[in-house]
C-alpha cells in the first residue's frame, strides 16, 4: 500500500462520493491481468475485479463488472439484460467510452456515463480490489458501496477461468 497513489478521475470520483478506499500501486505487467495484480497485492484473484467495456449488437457500450478469476458468459448476459449479442469493445474503443487506457480502465469516472452490471456474488466479498484509473493501481472497496453509488444491475453470467 502507497501513500504516493496518483489522481485519476477514479479517486476524484470516490473522494467526491464519500468512498472510504486504500490506493495500491504494483508493478503493471502488459497482458499480466488480475493473476498479476492479485499475486503482488497477496489477495485472492476472486476479489480483484476486473472493469471490462463491452458492446451490445447496435454498439452500444456498457460495463461489466467481474471476479478476477472469471469470464464473462457473454451469451448468458445479453440474455438476462435483454439484448440479442454481447461482445468485448476493442480496446481503442473501450479507451474512448471509458476515457481510460485498457488495463487501467476503472468504473468511477468514465468519460461517458454507461450501464453498468455487475456480477451478483462480489457482494458476498467483504472487499474488492478494482481498478483506480491507471495501469498498476488498484483500490480496495466495499462492494456495497459500488452499488450504492454506481447503482449497477445485479447478473450472475460468472464462467470460471
Not at 71 to 89: H, M, N, Y
Amino acid at each position: 500500500m502507497s501513500t504516493n497513489a496518483p489522481e485519476t478521475p477514479a479517486t476524484q470520483f470516490l473522494a467526491k462520493h464519500g468512498i472510504a478506499h486504500s490506493n495500491h500501486l504494483y508493478h503493471y505487467e502488459e497482458h499480466g491481468g488480475t493473476k498479476v495484480s492479485a499475486r503482488e497485492l497477496n489477495v485472492s484473484e476472486h476479489a480483484v475485479v476486473k472493469t471490462l467495456v463491452m458492446e451490445d449488437e447496435t454498439g452500444k457500450p456498457l460495463i461489466v463488472l467481474m471476479h478476477g478469476d472469471c469470464k464473462v458468459s457473454t451469451k448468458e448476459l445479453a440474455r438476462q439484460i435483454g439484448c440479442k449479442k454481447i461482445s468485448p469493445c476493442a480496446p481503442e474503443t473501450a479507451n474512448r467510452h471509458s476515457g481510460y487506457l485498457v488495463g487501467g480502465t476503472s468504473p468511477f469516472g468514465t468519460k461517458k456515463a454507461m450501464p453498468i452490471y455487475m456480477e451478483q456474488s462480489i457482494l458476498d466479498l467483504p472487499l474488492i480490489y478494482i481498478n483506480g484509473g491507471r495501469r498498476g493501481f488498484l483500490v480496495g472497496v466495499h462492494p456495497h458501496d459500488i452499488l450504492r453509488v454506481l447503482k449497477p444491475t445485479t447478473v450472475t453470467a460468472a464462467l470460471k477461468d
